[in-house]
């Protein structure tokens, strides 16, 4: 990373930023060009390592890649302008976090299924229904595992406590 002045490193702070956000971007490898696709998720960190879920259809041409080539690099990112005012000597803010790892399918009969499930709802503030459990089998989870040392979060304003995560509002 070029300006070292805007790395955010701790993982607290790295998961307010990732908490404030709701779309993952996935970069998959694909010829001639990368092949990047939006996806809702959620997210945990285990020891050294940070694990993003998400969920789509059974097939696709993003699983029939990354079953070819399971390296992916995610990134989830929010900008606020801040037009004509000025907030500490800047126009505006971002935060981001940018992340590669091996992304694997979850296989229903697994027991961490249903666990990566709940944390792709509760990342979108929601929780199980009852009329959650019959569409599960029609649904694929998949799991991005990604090592500490390959993740790391950016901002214009490098916020130092949870509480400065938040874009400032006037």
């Known amino acids: 990373m070029r300006r070292k002045d805007r ?3 701790d993982r607290a702070l790295i998961s307010g930023m990732l908490d404030m956000i709701e779309i993952l971007h996935i970069a998959i490898k694909d010829e001639p060009f990368p092949y990047i696709v939006p ?3 959620g997210y945990e960190w285990t020891d050294d390592k940070l694990i993003f879920y998400f969920h789509c259809a059974k097939e696709g041409k993003k699983l029939d890649l990354m079953r070819k080539d399971p390296h992916v690099t995610v990134n989830v990112a929010s900008f606020i302008s801040y037009a004509e005012k000025n907030y500490k000597g800047h126009r505006h803010d971002y935060r981001s976090v940018t992340a590669s790892g091996i ?4 296989m229903p009969d697994d027991e961490s299924f249903l666990h990566a499930h709940e944390l792709l709802l509760a990342h979108n503030n929601r929780r199980m229904q009852p009329d959650d459990y019959p569409v599960m089998p029609q649904i ?3 799991q991005i595992t990604c090592d500490a040392d390959k993740v790391w979060g950016k901002a214009e304003i490098v916020p130092r ?6 874009f400032y509002k006037f």
């Open 7 to 9: 790395q955010v490193t």
């Open 39 to 41: 996806v809702n998720f």
């Open 103 to 106: 992304a694997e399918e979850i």
């Open 140 to 142: 694929s989870i998949w």
């Open 161 to 166: 406590t949870l509480e400065e995560i938040p």
